[in-house]
């Protein structure tokens, strides 16, 4: 069964008497170590579609399975948890404390997972070493760069082995060196058969992924192999 199935999802907003579809007939499988893109124009749907895969927000017509499990009736509790134990997610801003050093940020997924102590930190310094920042492990944020800091979310999103990783506009605030950088990390994970869902509205970016879906007016406009890694696996 494919990691993500949503099937008919559609999104309305209500303020008042007012009310705004923003996503519509939504159909989209996405399977075990695929990599995809999510593209749009601004306004398109995107940020509601990551909100609803990353089950931040709830959907208001549809199904959505995320491994399986039927997750559009859970209460927040239980989406709370799903997120922490299925999702990894990777910010445009980074979202990382400021007052810690990388490994209490990489860890963090695993305290609310109730890990033992000794336990979450040998696996937050083997998901800093598998980001390239061994080096790194007891620096805060503030002495980071920006793409270092990145991988630090990468390896956060990473060390609780979640069946999906959700990056939204990932290299949005990044150099052109370290998106490049990034965009590596992701190639590697990819490579080791993580599943991956890119949000960008970065065509460059977008091409990194084996398949692009595009996002136009809260409907699924096309959804294609990018043409790299050979399409999807
Ligand atoms: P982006 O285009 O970068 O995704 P947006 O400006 O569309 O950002 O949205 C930023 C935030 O504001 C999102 O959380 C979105 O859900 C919310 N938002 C966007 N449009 C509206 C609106 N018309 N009314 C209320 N909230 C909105
Ligand atoms: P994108 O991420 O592609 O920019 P969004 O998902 O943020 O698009 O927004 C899609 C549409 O839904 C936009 O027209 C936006 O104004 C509207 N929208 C987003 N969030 C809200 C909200 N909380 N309330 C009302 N309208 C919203």
Same mark, same amino acid.
């Given at each position: ?11 309305? %907003?209500?303020?008042?008497? #007012?009310? $705004? ?16 893109? #999510? ?12 909100? #609803? ?10 199904? %959505? ?11 927040? +509790? ?10 990894? $997610?990777? $910010? ?19 305290? %609310? ?90 065509? +460059? ?29």
């Amino acid at each position: 069964a494919p990691v993500i199935e949503l099937d008919g999802v559609g999104k309305t %907003y209500s303020s008042g008497a #007012i009310e $705004f579809e923003a996503l519509r007939g939504i159909d989209l499988a996405i399977h075990q170590g695929e990599y995809v893109a #999510i593209m749009g124009p601004s306004g398109s749907g995107k940020s509601t579609l990551m909100n #609803i895969l990353g089950c931040l927000d709830t959907l208001t017509v549809g199904e %959505y399975r995320l491994a399986g499990e039927n997750v559009g009736n859970l209460d927040e +509790e239980d989406l709370a948890q799903i997120r922490n134990q299925r999702i990894g $997610f990777v $910010f445009q801003q980074f979202n990382l404390l400021p007052s810690l050093p990388s490994w209490r940020n990489v860890e963090l997924p695993l305290v %609310y997972g109730r890990v033992e102590k000794a336990e979450r930190q040998r696996r937050a310094v083997a998901a800093l070493e598998r980001v390239g920042l061994a080096d790194r492990v007891d620096n805060r944020p503030g002495e980071l760069s920006g793409g270092q800091q990145q991988r630090v979310a990468v390896a956060r999103a990473l060390v609780g082995e979640p069946a999906l990783i959700l990056a939204d506009e990932p290299t949005g605030n990044l150099d052109s060196v370290s998106t490049a950088d990034v965009l590596a990390l992701f190639d590697e994970l990819h490579a080791q058969g993580r599943t991956i869902i890119l949000i960008t509205h970065e065509l +460059e970016v977008a091409q990194q992924a084996s398949r692009i879906v595009w996002v136009r007016d809260g409907a699924i406009h096309s959804d294609s192999p990018s043409g790299r890694h050979g399409g999807p696996a």
